[in-house]
């Protein structure tokens, strides 16, 4: 959809929880939170298996500390997951969205109602992955609004989209 010179950029399109992976992995690179937490799983895993290697190197059998490891590497993997999958099941449930990006913001109206989620103003940054442009909000605990680009009317629209989010100065990721 284009308005005015081409100010206007529309995308339509069901949730899919691809998108809110990818969406998840750019908030938990963008924020101090996600850095954190990150951080915080690979010392676990780091300390959980120093503690293995050290008491199977005394020659002694591990004990419960041993599970940090596995507890903590699965945490890397998993988290991000269900953190994705929760974001889609809510997202779900509002049925066929219809995200509309004007010189106001980002407007999205679905099956059970419209949202304004973002202003240009409250809008910082963005980052693009290969299947969605992931708008975010806020420093510490970024909110974010995922654009799949398969809502996009043509490829071309990617374009326009990218011009209005350098025009707006947001940080590219």
Known sequence: ???????????????????????V???ARASAAGRWGRA??????????L????????????????????????GLVLL?????RLLHRRAAALGLH??????WGVTVAHDRGTERPARWSQVSRYAETPHTFVLLSGAHAPRLTVLPKRGLATP???DRLRAVLTREGL???
């Open 156 to 158: 071309a629209d990617a």
């Open 1 to 23: 959809m284009t308005r005015a010179g081409g100010e206007n950029v529309e995308l339509v399109y069901r949730a899919a929880v691809g998108d809110f992976r990818e969406a």
């Open 51 to 74: 503690v293995t290697v050290v008491t199977l190197a005394l020659g002694a059998l591990p004990d419960a500390r041993a599970l940090m490891t596995p507890v903590a590497a699965g």
């Open 98 to 103: 219809r995200a509309v990006l004007d010189p």
């Open 25 to 27: 992995r750019v908030s």
């Open 171 to 173: 940080t590219r990721l």
């Open 40 to 49: 915080l799983l690979l010392f676990a895993a780091g300390a959980g298996l």
């Open 80 to 84: 991000p997951r269900l953190q994705a």
